[in-house]
Every structure is written in structure tokens, then in C-alpha cells.
């Protein structure tokens, strides 16, 4: 017998009723899931990096124009934990602020970066924040910027003495995986590990929360959406910019033995609040 029509949206409310509620359950899930092998931020955070700082360090920025790139340059800029930070990339950025005034910057054609060998040479630490869509540079175009440049700027880093490399990736990286994005993470993830850096440390964040500069309509509407679920589970779909950069900062005065780190999600919340 065919349901009554009060009764089939009944049936329908229902039926979306308990899939909120499956959905509900599994974010509280994974809210409070465990978070594996997170490195330990030391009981004094502002000791790690005056240690740090006075080890005279030097580090490089990929990216430095982009939503993380330049968020983290801030950071570092603000903490001085590096003697000398250089920003490498494709155009020549202007700051207002002379906070500024001593980052160096290297323009480097990433088409032809063996010609520019010298942008990666003598710098310790490494922070990769290069990335494009495949809306905005096509499926070749994301792959040359997301895999060719990224790789061939880590090989050079390493080349040039680089012993930390880090690399903002993405939740969900998978070299195996059947969509590209992911799947180009993933390789490019692997790829950098036979570099074998003395110390390789993968970000992985979700969907990244900022204030973006750039009109990316989709990315607007998924932030929309997603801003009621993150105020009740945010640590499981998304993640705020600056929270990932403190996590990088935090992470690289860290003293840590491990040589690959794979920092998901839910360890970048806790080291990014650290
Ligand atoms: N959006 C997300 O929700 C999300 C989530 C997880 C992971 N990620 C990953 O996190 C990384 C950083 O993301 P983001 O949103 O901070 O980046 P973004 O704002 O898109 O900035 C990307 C950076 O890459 C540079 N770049 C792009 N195309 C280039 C090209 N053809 N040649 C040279 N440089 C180029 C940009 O330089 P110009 O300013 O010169 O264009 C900019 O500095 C990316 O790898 C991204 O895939 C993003």
C-alpha cells in the first residue's frame, strides 16, 4: 500500500531526521577521537623558540603571497625565530609595514627553477605553501604547481642544505587515491620522503578557514555551511589558517627525533593552540 502525502513527507522528514543524527554521531566520533603520536609541545613554549632563536636559523617560504604563505610569514616576521627569513617566489611582493623590511625575497621563473638554484641555497628550514585549483589553472596546470614545482623546489632546498622541509598538504592525501587532488598530494608527499631531509614534516590540514582574497565561490559557500558544524565540532572538518601556521611554528622549535611527521588534522588543532 502506497503511503498518503501527509504521510511520504513524514516519512521523508524522518528519513532526514536520522541522517542528521548519524551525521551528528559521527562527527562527535571523531571530535573526540584520539589524537595519534601528537608531538608534545614542552611545558614552555617561549623557551623552545628562544632556543631556537638563538641557534641563528635561516628559513625559506614557498607561497608567501598565498592565504597560509603570508599568514605565516606574519608569524614569523612577528616572532623572530629565524635570523633570516626569505620569501621565494614568481613576483616581487610589496609590505607596507617595516616589520618587513629585512625579508629577503628571491623571484624565480618555476618553469625554469634549476636556473635558480641559488634562491635555495643556505637556508635550514623549508615551509611549502605553493598550491593552485584545478578550476583556476586547469588539471596539467594544478599538477606543474602542485607536484613539478613543489618537488623540484624541495630537491633544490635540499640541495642547497635544507634539513627541515615542511609541506602543506592536504587531509585525505593518498598517492592511491582515484581523485586527482588527492592523489597528487599523495605522490608528491612520497616523492619528497626520498629526498630523505633530516627532517620532513607533513601538514595536512582540512578545509582551510580564512578571509580569502582571491573569489573562490565554492570555497565561500563551503565555509558558510560548514561555520555552524565548526562551532560544534571544529576540529574535524576544518581548520583556521592561523591555526595551521602556529602549529608550523610551534612545531619547528620543537626538538623532535622523528624524521617523517604526518601532522592530520586534529594535531594541528592541538599543536596550533599549543
Ligand atoms: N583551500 C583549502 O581549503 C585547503 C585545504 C587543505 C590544503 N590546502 C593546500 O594548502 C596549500 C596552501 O593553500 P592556500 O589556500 O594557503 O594557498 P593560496 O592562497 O591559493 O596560495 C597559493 C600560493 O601558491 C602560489 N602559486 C599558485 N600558482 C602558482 C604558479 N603557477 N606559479 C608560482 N606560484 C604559484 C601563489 O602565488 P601567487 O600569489 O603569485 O598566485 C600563492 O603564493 C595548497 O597546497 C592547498 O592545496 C588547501
Known sequence: MLPGPGEGSRLVLGGVALLLVLVSFLLHRLEHAEIPELPRMAENKEKLREDLRKENKSCFILGASGETGKELLKELVKNRIFSKVTI????????????????????????????????????????????????????????????????????????????????????????????????????????????????????????????????????RIFQTVLTPITYLFPTVLSVPVTTVVKAMVNNAALRNDKKVEILENKAIHALGRA
Open 88 to 219: 621565494v617566489g614568481r613576483r616581487k611582493l610589496t609590505f607596507d609595514d617595516e616589520a618587513y623590511k629585512d625579508v629577503v625575497q628571491e623571484v624565480v621563473d618555476f618553469d625554469r627553477l634549476d636556473e635558480y638554484s641559488s634562491a635555495f641555497q643556505g637556508h635550514d628550514v623549508g615551509f611549502c605553501c605553493l598550491g593552485t585549483t584545478k578550476a583556476k589553472s586547469g588539471e596539467a596546470g594544478f599538477i606543474r604547481v602542485d607536484h613539478d614545482y613543489v618537488l623540484k623546489s624541495a630537491q633544490l632546498a635540499k640541495a642547497g642544505g635544507c634539513t627541515h622541509f615542511n609541506l602543506q598538504s592536504s587531509k585525505g592525501a593518498d598517492k592511491s587515491s582515484s581523485f586527482l587532488y588527492l592523489r597528487v598530494k599523495g605522490e608528491v608527499e612520497a616523492e619528497i620522503e626520498h629526498l630523505d631531509f633530516d627532517r620532513y614534516t607533513i601538514f595536512r590540514p582540512a578545509f582551510l578557514m580564512c578571509d580569502r582574497a582571491e573569489n573562490r565561490l565554492g570555497e
